[in-house]
């Protein structure tokens, strides 16, 4: 059974700073998804990476995967306060598996 | 523009009262799916449809029921809500097994009294 895990749960960061955020999944999946949620609100897709090495960039944001380390990981360049959110990874259960695991999320709150 | 839509986005139902969520999409997606979200966790699927093919999870409550009439609507029933079924209530869609980008609708926030 695929187990998603990321870290970490909170992320308080100020402005103009970088981080990143880390997803690790305990079996193969061939696909790693990335979200964001406002408060209140529903799930916005964000990047879906298909393939080992994949890297997808969009504005501030850039997503990676390493298939081989079972690794995911969301980069947040010169963050801005539009970018507070709680962000999650999912992958697939297995191929040809309609669900997603989700990771616990990352709360990420940028300070002025 | 191609969409989930989710209807309505506030329920306030009380203890004991069937309630019934709607979901409807114009993605012509082959899967849908609910979800059950509560404050500060991640979704929890609660079961999906493929095509007319239906699959629950092992946890799903049995107070929770779910309908495709067709391609392109799917109800969420909740025969006898209790006070731990408050909770955000979404529906998804993805194209198929191959691809599984799943695209969320803006959800229903259901209170139970």
């Known amino acids: 059974e695929l187990k998603v895990e990321q870290n970490p749960l909170f992320l308080s960061m100020q402005e103009g700073k970088n981080y990143t955020i880390y997803c690790n999944y305990s079996?193969?999946?061939?696909?790693l998804y990335w979200y964001r949620q406002d408060p209140g609100k529903s799930l916005e897709s964000l990047f879906v990476l298909l393939s080992n090495g994949a890297v997808k960039q969009e504005g501030r944001l850039m997503a990676s995967l390493d298939t081989k380390a079972r690794l995911s990981t969301l980069h947040i360049t010169a963050a801005v306060h539009d970018l507070s959110a709680t962000y999650f990874c999912?992958?697939?259960?297995?191929?040809?598996?309609?669900?997603?695991?989700f990771g616990t999320g990352t709360r990420l709150t940028i300070i002025p | 523009d191609a969409m989930v839509i989710q209807n309505p986005r506030y329920q306030v139902t009380q203890f004991g009262k069937p309630v019934t969520l709607s979901c409807s999409q114009t993605l012509n997606h082959n899967v849908m799916y609910w979800y059950q979200q509560k404050s500060s966790q991640a979704p929890k699927l609660l079961f999906h449809y493929y095509d007319k093919d239906f699959n629950n999870e092992a946890d799903t409550p049995d107070n929770f029921q779910s309908r495709r009439p067709n391609t392109s609507f799917c109800f969420l029933d909740i025969r006898s809500p209790g006070l731990g079924d408050a909770a955000m209530y979404l529906c998804a869609t993805s194209r198929s097994r191959t691809y599984n980008e799943q695209f969320f609708g803006p959800g229903t926030r259901l209170t139970v009294l």
């Open positions: 079996t193969t999946s061939d696909r």
């Open positions: 999912a992958g697939d259960s297995n191929f040809g598996n309609e669900k997603l695991t």
